[in-house]
């Protein structure tokens, strides 16, 4: 295959972003004949359709989807690079994009990738957020730098990386004050039968509390189960169910939802892994935050930290 005309998967590109040939013609400041045009000849040189019909309404096929995501990386990259050109980011700043598994704590999340952002030569940071195997497709192919995760990378994935623990942490059990009151008397037993806020059967910290539970023969009336860990805890606030979380960021949740500690489960541990593509840590920011979590954040005697303003959630 020739190389690539640009402009061609520029016009496709633009088509997607905007949801049409005629709006795509607007922003571009051409006629839709033209984009018409030279879309086809990027199928001809693609060998497939890049477009089908759903009604009135073009949508992209396999092909043209498959397209779309790397010309969003082309792009996107050189509107990023102009913007480099133009003194938006400061020349020799390191970069680091690092993908965060969705059940991974936002708090935590802050937590480990603060000491990127500090210190005489601080990263710029991009994060991406989604499912655990989507983002380590994506750091497969070089996307990320790094993902952050609450499970180890498995052997029969397929996909060539490496778990780096960066600490565990036991899990605590938080409710509203009136909640929690009620349920801390012959804690963990007080927990059957109360009501609770999981995480979804996805999570890997869903099946570890599934677990706990059994062992201690309690029986939770499930409320609501969300992906969302900032989301639970906003339920929580209001008093509806009881939501466990990592005791390292206990100071920032009782501190920023109103609610308080029922009780700890010394038997009941969360792990933390940073994936990367090297068996043996190199890259600098991988470096920066694993050293930084397993000496800070998971020591078990570590001090809540002091901030001058509010983590997010």
């Not at 390191?94 to 603060?114: C, F, N, Q």
């Not at 189960?225 to 509806?240: I, M, P």
């Not at 940073?274 to 570590?302: M, Y």
């Amino acid at each position: 295959m020739r190389h690539l005309n640009y402009n061609h998967l520029l016009y496709f590109w633009t088509t997607v972003r905007e949801g049409g040939i005629a709006r795509a013609a607007e922003v571009l400041h051409i006629t839709p004949q033209t984009i018409s045009g030279q879309i086809k000849l990027l199928e001809q040189q693609l060998q497939g359709a890049l477009f089908e019909k759903q009604g009135r309404r073009l949508v992209p096929t396999e092909l043209g989807k498959v397209a779309y995501d790397y010309a969003e990386d082309i792009f996107t990259r050189g509107l990023e690079l102009a913007s480099v050109l133009r003194g938006a980011v400061p020349r020799g700043r390191r970069s680091v994009t690092v993908g965060v598994s969705d059940v991974v704590p936002k708090l935590i999340t802050w937590r480990v990738l603060a000491p990127l952002l500090q210190g005489e030569d601080p990263f710029r940071l991009v994060c991406h957020e989604g499912p655990t195997d989507t983002l380590l497709a994506e750091l497969a192919t070089h996307r990320l730098d790094l993902v952050l995760s609450t499970s180890p990378v498995h052997a029969e994935s397929g996909i060539r990386a490496f778990s780096h623990s960066l600490g565990e942490s036991p899990l605590q059990f938080f409710a509203s004050r009136t909640l929690a009151n009620r349920l801390r008397k012959d804690f963990p037993r007080s927990l059957d039968r109360a009501p609770f806020l999981l995480p979804t059967e996805r999570s890997a910290n869903r099946r570890a509390l599934d677990e706990w539970f059994g062992r201690h023969d309690i029986t939770p009336a499930i409320v609501a189960e969300f992906d969302d860990t900032a989301l639970t805890k906003t339920f929580a606030q209001q008093g509806v169910g009881v939501f466990a979380a990592p005791s390292a960021i206990e100071h920032e949740i009782t501190a920023q939802f109103d609610v308080v500690v029922v009780g700890r489960a010394d038997d009941l541990a969360t792990r933390f892994y940073a994936i990367s593509t090297e068996r043996r840590i190199r890259h600098p920011a991988v470096v920066a935050i694993t050293e930084s979590a397993r000496n800070d954040l998971f020591r078990p005697d570590a001090p809540a930290p002091r901030r001058s303003g509010r983590a997010p959630a």
